[in-house]
Nanobody
Framework: QVQLVESGGGSVQGGGSLRLSCAAS????????MGWFRQAPGKEREFVVT????????YYADFVKGRFPISRDNAKNTMYLQMNSLKPMDTAVYYC???????????????????WGRGTQVTVSS
């Protein structure tokens, strides 16, 4: 089992920044690919970004490329999402997730992730 807890959400004006954290406990954090997803009211949960076990490979959804750099610190069992140039369309609950793939493939689909946090709300006003 892997327990994931998100933090860092809040309310911000458009153009502002937030930094989300995802703290992991349980099994060895460095064995898992990690990802961020988000879900806006009335919409399905969508992929935002993923990072592989070592942090050497990332993949971003087009709508956050260049704005939301992802990183991880395996020594601290923590993943981060630096959210810059926020837009009202970024308003959503943000979830972190862990996937054990055992390969070099970096997962981008919800169904590929094994563990989920409870989410943290991000609200961006215009």
């Amino acid at each position: 089992q892997v327990q994931l807890v998100e933090s860092g959400g809040g309310s911000v004006q458009g153009g502002g920044s937030l930094r989300l954290s995802c703290a992991a406990s349980g099994r060895t954090f460095s064995r898992y690919d990690m990802g961020w997803f988000r879900q806006a009211p009335g919409k399905e949960r969508e992929f935002v970004v993923t990072i592989n076990r070592s942090g050497s490979s990332t993949y971003y959804a087009d709508f956050v490329k260049g704005r939301f750099p992802i990183s991880r610190d395996n020594a601290k069992n923590t993943m981060y999402l630096q959210m810059n140039s926020l837009k009202p369309m970024d308003t959503a609950v943000y979830y972190c997730a862990a996937a054990y793939t055992g390969s070099s493939y970096v997962p981008t689909s919800r169904n590929e992730y094994d563990y989920w946090g409870r989410g943290t709300q991000v609200t961006v006003s215009s």
